[in-house]
Nanobody, 114 residues
Framework: QVRLVESGGGFVQPGGSLRLSCAASGFTFRTSAMTWYRQAPGKERELVATISSNTGSTNYADSVKGRFTISRDNAKNMVYLQMNSLKPEDTAVYYC???????WGQGTQVTVSS
């Protein structure tokens, strides 16, 4: 069955960095576009970044553009989200998702606070 397992979240001060990882299994990863979403308390889930399956082209929400980088390793069935220059408003639970299918991981908490 499809499984997405996020890791790498934690507590970081403003301006810090974190790298999230998502381990994927149960589907053909190399042909699947992947996404990262986030959900802050009291807010709707928000699309943060997308990476295509073939060219590896990427897209980002305006709120994270220039600070976050999505990448993938098809040999390891992994997708990553490098987050730099973190801000308190980046605090959320971050989720990995197959772009065109409704499968979600359990999420990983990111807290940015001084």
């Amino acid at each position: 069955q499809v499984r997405l397992v996020e890791s790498g979240g934690g507590f970081v001060q403003p301006g810090g960095s974190l790298r999230l990882s998502c381990a994927a299994s149960g589907f053909t990863f190399r042909t699947s576009a992947m996404t990262w979403y986030r959900q802050a308390p009291g807010k709707e889930r928000e699309l943060v970044a997308t990476i295509s399956s073939n060219t590896g082209s990427t897209n980002y929400a305006d709120s994270v553009k220039g600070r976050f980088t999505i990448s993938r390793d098809n040999a390891k069935n992994m997708v990553y989200l490098q987050m730099n220059s973190l801000k308190p408003e980046d605090t959320a639970v971050y989720y990995c998702k197959i772009r065109f299918l409704n499968y979600w991981g359990q999420g990983t908490q990111v807290t940015v606070s001084s």
